[in-house]
């Protein structure tokens, strides 16, 4: 890969903690999604829902 990115006038080393950062932050996203959809989820009265259906 680096001789491939050495081509490019411009170019930057890839570290492996930019693999890090990104993935953290991935897995950081997934769980406010998943947390806030849970919560969501635990808080709602059922009968609101079963009457929708």
């Known amino acids: 890969m680096n001789n491939w ?3 490019f006038a411009f170019h930057i080393d890839i570290q492996w903690w930019m693999f890090a ?3 953290l ?3 950081a996203i997934t769980l406010a ?3 806030r959809q849970a ?3 635990a808080l709602a009265n ?3 829902s079963l009457r929708d259906e």
Do not use: E, N
Request: glycine fraction near 6%; aromatic fraction near 0%; avoid cysteine.
């Open 46 to 48: 059922p009968v609101d």
């Open 21 to 23: 950062v990104a993935g």
């Open 5 to 7: 990115l050495d081509d």
């Open 33 to 35: 999604t998943v947390s």
């Open 25 to 27: 932050a991935a897995v």
């Open 39 to 41: 919560i969501r989820a």
